[in-house]
């Protein structure tokens, strides 16, 4: 599968962007989805996951009731929706794709097969 990462930006703190992931090939729906970041000097950290049906969501401490992922395997694409964003928010936003895991839990960054090319988010204060 192929990922392709959309809709970063630069944003004040406290406002909102939706990034998108669209994949290609007939077998998305066999893959757990996962979003991660990776801050300049700092290492690629796991954002939050979901499920392969997108009946469960998992997040980070860090943007629990900000950040919401949602999927739809009929477009191909899983979203991430952030608010409430905050100059620590910035990084590059990569999604990646795993046929192994079963969970959307899992932060090791080995476990995912495919990684989309990352987009930029940037929030100033």
């Known amino acids: 599968v192929q990922l392709q990462a959309s809709g970063g930006g630069l944003v004040q703190a406290g406002g909102s962007l939706r990034l998108s992931c669209a994949a290609s090939?007939?077998?998305?729906?066999?893959?757990?989805i996962g979003w991660f970041r990776q801050a300049p000097g700092s290492e690629r950290e796991w954002v939050t996951g979901?499920?392969?049906?997108?009946?469960?969501?998992y997040y980070a401490d860090s943007v629990k009731g900000r950040f919401t992922i949602s999927r739809d395997n009929a477009k191909n694409t899983v979203d991430l929706q952030m608010h409430g964003l905050k100059p620590e928010d910035t990084a590059i936003y990569y999604c990646?794709?795993?046929?192994?895991?079963?969970?959307?839990?899992?932060?090791?960054?080995?476990?995912?097969?495919?990684w989309g090319q990352g987009t930029l988010v940037t929030v100033s204060s």
């Open positions: 979901i499920t392969r049906s997108g009946g469960s969501t």
């Open positions: 090939g007939p077998t998305f729906s066999s893959y757990v």
């Open positions: 990646a794709a795993s046929s192994r895991l079963h969970n959307g839990a899992d932060r090791t960054t080995t476990r995912y097969d495919y």
